[in-house]
C-alpha cells in the first residue's frame, strides 16, 4: 500500500528536517521544497499529494501566492505556517481557502496530529491511517482493537471512541463540551459528568499510561505522553 504522501514547504532546511522527521516516524511520505517556485513544481510534477503544510514567508513565491494557485485547481488540504500574532494574514488565509492555520514556534507532535485530523477529515487516510499509535498504546481503528505494550485491552465502544478521540488530539486541550459533541455526538443531551465517568474507567483499563489523560480543571481534558 502506498503511502500518504506530504509536502513541506519552508525555506529553513532545518525547520523542513524537523517537521519531516516527526511525519516519517508516523508513515507518511515527505516531499520538500525550499520556496514557492519549487513547492509550485513538484506539487504540479507529483498529482498525489494529499496535504501541503505551506509557510508563509519565502523567497521566490510566498506562501500566500503558492496557496491562490493551487487553490485554481485543486482543494487539496493546506497547512500555513506563520509568525506568531499575524491575525491579519490569518484572516487572509481563511479567504484563501486554508484549512488550518499553525503559528511558529509549534510543538511537532501537535502539528502531526493536526495534520492526521485534517487527513481524516479529508478521506485521504488508508488502512494505514486507520492505527493511532502513542505512548505503547495502538487503536486500530478498522480492527476496533487497543493493546497496551503489545497487549489486548477490551474496552466498551464510547471508551473505544473517547481514546481514539484523545490520540487524534494528542498535545491539545479539549473541553467537556467538545468531547461530548463528538463522541457522543449533538444528539446527546445528558450531563458532561459521564465524560468523567468515562475517563475514569478508560484510565483504569489502560492502567499506568492512564496517567497520558491529564484532567485540566475546569474545563476538560488533554491527552500528553509524557515520557516514551
Not at 479529508?122 to 492505527?131: L, M, R
Request: glycine letters at 8%; proline letters at 2%.
Amino acid at each position: 500500500m502506498e503511502k500518504i504522501k506530504i509536502l513541506v514547504v519552508d525555506d529553513e532546511s532545518r525547520m523542513r528536517k524537523l517537521v519531516k522527521d516527526f511525519l516519517v516516524r508516523e508513515n507518511y511520505e515527505v516531499l520538500e521544497a525550499g520556496d514557492g517556485e519549487e513547492a509550485l513544481n513538484i506539487f504540479y510534477a507529483e498529482k498525489d499529494i494529499a496535504l501541503i503544510l505551506l509557510d508563509v514567508m519565502m523567497p521566490k513565491i510566498n506562501g500566500w501566492d503558492v496557496c491562490r494557485e493551487i487553490r485554481e485547481t485543486s482543494k487539496v488540504p493546506i497547512i500555513m505556517l506563520t509568525a506568531k500574532g499575524e491575525e491579519e494574514d490569518e484572516l487572509n488565509g481563511f479567504d484563501l481557502g486554508v484549512d488550518e492555520y499553525i503559528s511558529k514556534p509549534f510543538s511537532p507532535k501537535i502539528l502531526v496530529a493536526r495534520i492526521g485530523a485534517i487527513l481524516r477529515r479529508s478521506g485521504k487516510t488508508e488502512a494505514e491511517g486507520n492505527v493511532l499509535s502513542a505512548g505503547g498504546i495502538v487503536v486500530d481503528q478498522t480492527a476496533h482493537m487497543v493493546t497496551v505494550d503489545g497487549e489486548s485491552i477490551d474496552l466498551s465502544f464510547k471508551e473505544f471512541e473517547l481514546l481514539t478521540y484523545f490520540l487524534e488530539n494528542q498535545g491539545i486541550a479539549l473541553s467537556r463540551e467538545k468531547i461530548l459533541n463528538h463522541v457522543w455526538n449533538y444528539d446527546y443531551f445528558g450531563d458532561a459528568r459521564t465524560i468523567d465517568t468515562h475517563v475514569k474507567k478508560l484510565r483504569a483499563k489502560i492502567g499506568e499510561k492512564g496517567d497520558y489523560i491529564k484532567t485540566i480543571w475546569g474545563m476538560g481534558y488533554k491527552f500528553e505522553v509524557t515520557h516514551q
